[in-house]
């Protein structure tokens, strides 16, 4: 007998009230045990929502035995000042003198084109996206792929494996600061974020990497 993960979805929502997630999803289902992710509106409430699952026990219907809830947060794989300022000190081909070999610049994948383009959501807005970035610091240059007609015509060397998911729907950019302070706010400033987009009443969000 499998285990009725709308069910375990239903008991955990029913654990945090009157709190509420933003998104809960599972990720991975067994005979054993039920893996679920959920994502709050507001951090400040992630310890008292853990408190409440933590520990937690439910009976499943058909099931004599009870399941366990384990509540704990997960960790993000964003880069740390830690772990770029140690990976540029070390690298013996980099200058850290000059740009581009140092940490300047942020490569930002998954942004809508349709949330960031002028001309129907066909291409997206270099000017809009440097108008944007640029309240994290001066930029020394930005670079937007997508933006550019000419880079898709441009025949990838043999390394390079060109991929057509999301191409036309997503987009990259790539950030450049002058100053490595203004690399940094905007590092802390998407770390752990999603890009959010109000469209009257309703809250849209991505998932950028």
């Known amino acids: 007998k499998t285990i009725s993960t ?9 654990l945090v009230r009157p709190d509420e997630f933003a998104s809960l999803k599972v990720t991975k289902s067994t005979l054993e045990f ?3 992710e959920g994502e709050l509106a507001d951090r400040s409430r992630l310890q008292r929502i853990l408190s409440r699952l933590e520990g937690q026990r439910m009976n499943l219907g058909g099931f004599s035995s009870m399941l366990k809830v384990r509540a704990v947060e997960i960790k993000d794989d964003f880069p740390t000042k830690h772990s ?3 990976y540029f000190r070390d690298a013996k081909h980099m200058n850290e003198l000059k740009a581009g070999e140092r940490p300047d610049t942020v490569h930002i994948t998954g942004l809508p084109v349709k949330w960031f383009s002028e001309d129907g959501g066909k291409t997206p807005s270099e000017p809009l996206l440097t108008k944007i970035f640029k309240k994290f610091g001066t930029l020394r240059r930005i ?13 990838l ?6 991929s057509s998911f999301g191409e036309g729907i997503f987009f990259d ?3 450049q600061y002058i100053e490595y302070m203004d690399f940094v706010k905007l590092m802390d400033a998407l770390r752990g974020m999603k890009v959010m987009k109000k469209d009257g009443q309703n809250c849209l969000t991505a998932q950028i990497k």
């Not at 709308?6 to 029913?14: C, D, F, G, P």
């Open 6 to 14: 709308w069910e375990v979805m239903e008991k955990i929502r029913i």
């Open 34 to 36: 039920v893996r679920l």
């Open 84 to 86: 770029w300022d140690s």
């Open 143 to 155: 670079d937007v792929p997508a933006a550019d007609p000419y880079r898709s015509r441009m025949r």
């Open 157 to 162: 060397g043999n390394n390079i494996q060109k």
């Open 173 to 175: 950019v790539f950030v």
